[in-house]
């Protein structure tokens, strides 16, 4: 946590959940979108938990050599230290645990997407961040 300054990220992103009103942007969205089409948090269950879909199937290669490593790197740092402060903010208030549900829309997904090594490993470094917090999903999705 000290090593990437999930910290000061927390302290940004507590500031942000706070403001109702204000739309969450993470950063280096618009990158990310180039990579893969993502939805992190953009619907509410009806008990008030997260919900973010991931186009896996909107997979494009030729934005493998434009999209850098590192921004992908700290939009995951973002977006999941995001959920965790959500969720753990929810559970205090209501008393019990409450989690991220993700839904993996696989619908475009082809052979292609899968044997791209270099789209494969720009993709797991976008999630890469989601490995230091498993316990905070409650669900996990696969549609299409």
């Known amino acids: ?37 993502v939805s992190p948090c953009s619907l509410v269950t009806v008990d008030d938990r997260p919900v973010s879909v991931w186009h896996i199937g909107t997979m494009n290669a030729s934005a493998v050599s434009i999209v850098s ?3 992908l790197a700290d939009w995951s740092r973002s977006v999941f230290e995001y959920v965790d402060l959500w969720i753990s903010r929810q559970s205090e208030e209501i008393g019990l645990l409450t989690g991220h549900v993700q839904v993996y829309d696989l619908q475009g997904m082809n052979f292609w997407h899968v044997a791209n090594r270099a789209l494969i490993d720009k993709l797991k470094t976008a999630f890469s961040a989601s490995e230091f917090y498993v316990e905070s999903v409650s669900h996990i999705y696969v549609i299409n």
């Open 69 to 71: 490593t590192p921004n």
């Open 1 to 37: 946590r000290r090593q990437q300054g999930l910290d000061q990220v927390r302290s940004d992103l507590s500031e942000l959940l706070a403001d109702v009103g204000t739309p969450m942007q993470f950063p280096h969205q618009a990158e990310m979108n180039t990579l893969c089409a």
